[in-house]
């Protein structure tokens, strides 16, 4: 087993996904700026307290320090690389993962 700390802010890589903890989820890709997740939102379409449609939709989730922010990363997550092309745009038949997240684009 690997025990990880919170990765410090400026080691982050924009464009790269981390796995850690969140408000709304536990996977983020960084921007520069913010953690983009997938998770629920809503939209409110009444006055009352339940007058809400849900959905899913990307939210922003800040660096979290201890005066604020809500996304802890502590893993960079390995997006591997294609062992085996099928045809063109990136497709694959296999795909290798060594567990560094080096591999990944």
């Known amino acids: 087993m690997v025990t990880c700390t919170q990765i410090s802010k400026d080691a982050l890589i924009v464009g790269r996904w981390y796995a850690g903890r969140g ?8 921007n520069g700026e913010d ?3 997938l998770a629920e939102v809503g939209q409110k379409v009444g006055p009352g ?9 990307v939210k922003r989730e800040p660096y979290f320090q201890a005066d604020g922010g809500c996304f802890q990363p502590f893993k960079m ?3 591997g690389t294609v062992s085996v092309p099928q045809g063109e745009g990136g497709y694959a038949l296999e795909m290798s993962f060594d567990g560094s997240p080096e591999s990944g684009p």
């Open 77 to 79: 997550v390995d997006m």
């Open 49 to 57: 307290p339940r007058e809400w449609v849900k959905s899913w939709g």
């Open 35 to 37: 953690f983009l997740v």
């Open 23 to 30: 408000r709304n989820a536990n996977i983020g890709m960084w």
